[in-house]
């Protein structure tokens, strides 16, 4: 009979044999190779910062005799170095120490950081020793003020660059698993790194991209329409000011087109192969401005989940283009002003300094030197925007450009919106030149393209002006009325038109084509109060 005893293995049998198997003592040897490789595969994964703080304290741990570890970063000006990870549990978190050596940037040649930086293999400090030796850096405090004795330093090096410093707080030390350890550290902080500028050249091109397709779509064409002499001294001042980089602040009223006049300038540049860059600083809430310019590094505030590339950074080498200037806060006026003098700054929650070269064309309505004596707009950076100022004309200053205009308007929204209209009546002609254009060019264009869209013929027969009433105490011999009543008159109406409301779409702000920030503060500059117009 065959013997079958040594084919056949119950589960019972199985189990036993892997237990034994697994029982068998792991060689040191073994565990190295074992943690290497897990490691390894740990750090193929890291893609960002927090990823790698995550992996590092993982393994290190694993690590039992590790009491503390930190890893120390080169800046990007070469000179100092910055805590990149520590291990938070080393000391509480809002421990004032930590929180100020975490911060701090501290010069690569102080005599221990450089030495470590120049070493080839691990570098072993005693802490009292460097203290009394006369090192005074704040992390060798931090360190003492933990209890570490003593502390050893591995550079983090790939074969391009030196990154940074490993510190760890270990008795003893397997210096050859450790400086493997820091191989793969150091690869994955080159990964790092390469996965931010990859994600922030995606940005830029997101975001030119988008800018792109904002021109493309915008109303004006690159023609700016008038005969005036008045319009004629602005072209001859940009043709002066566009091949320089000289600051330019463009005033003018409401809907004058100041944005056309800074794009024609942009144009004319030498920066015209890189798009115009444009923010509008009445158009956003106070505490978004300044993330909207500088940008700011994921984290550093509440909401801030991915770090975002502000309008400075992506109008390098190009032109920036502030609207509305006037309406900026004071606190931003400080930070703002820094920028113009220098052309450098830092993201919000960021330590790298960044340097830019960027022309300025500021716009704004209002009468800054106004606003400076009202001590609303520093005079330092009005002094700073002002180098070239062009002041823009109102409408009803070059009468003799209102029809030429209002032709060109016919002609471009009886294109876009395939309604075949010709031209205008005489009649209507001498409506538009009787009335007073307090919204300028840019209420113009509205009212022909909201008459073209209601028309039925081929000319415009009638056009609707907003009606605004006169108080009847007011004598046909009274003097003219301010351009500040004439403009408290037409945002009264306009409002009435719109059952008072403000924002949103069919909103007053949206007819007169400007920000309901922007109508918020002239209603409160020209005191309009609800029971004027609801």
Partial sequence: MKDTSTEYFTDDMITVAEDMEAAEPVTEQEWET???????????????????????????????????????????????????????????????????????????????????????????????????????????????????????GMPLQTASRKWGILWLAMEEINIQLVESLCSLISIAISNIKTNEQILILKEKLEQENQYLNEQLSNSYSAEIVGQHPAMHNVYKLISRVAGASSSVLILGETGTGKELIARAIHQASPRNNKLMIKINCAAMPANLIESELFGHEKGSFTGAFERRIGKFEQAHNSTLFLDEIGELPLELQVKLLRVVQEREFERIGGKNTIKIDVRIIAATNRNLEEEVEAGRFRADLYYRLNVFPIQLPALRERKEDLIPLANFFISRYSRQTGIAVKGMTAEVARTLQDYDWPGNVRELEHLIERSILLTNDNKLRDVHLPGIKIDQSVQDDAPPLTMESRERYHIIGTLKRCSGKIGGEGGAAEILDIPSTTLHSKMRRLKITKKEYK
């Fill in 34 to 152: 074992t943690l290497l490789l897990d490691f390894g595969n740990a750090i193929a994964a890291v893609r960002s910062k927090e990823d790698l703080f995550d992996t590092v304290k993982l393994f290190l741990r694993r690590l039992n005799i590790l009491r503390g570890y930190a890893i120390r970063m080169i800046n990007d000006d070469g000179k100092t170095m910055s805590t990149y990870v520590h291990d938070r549990a080393v000391t509480t978190p809002d421990d004032p120490l930590i929180l100020e050596v975490a911060k701090a940037r501290y010069p690569i040649k102080d005599g221990i950081q450089d030495r470590v930086l120049n070493s080839d293999t691990s570098v072993f400090l005693i802490v009292d020793e460097e203290i009394a030796r006369g090192h005074d850096a704040g992390y060798l405090h931090f360190w003492k003020s933990v209890g570490f004795v003593k502390v050893a």
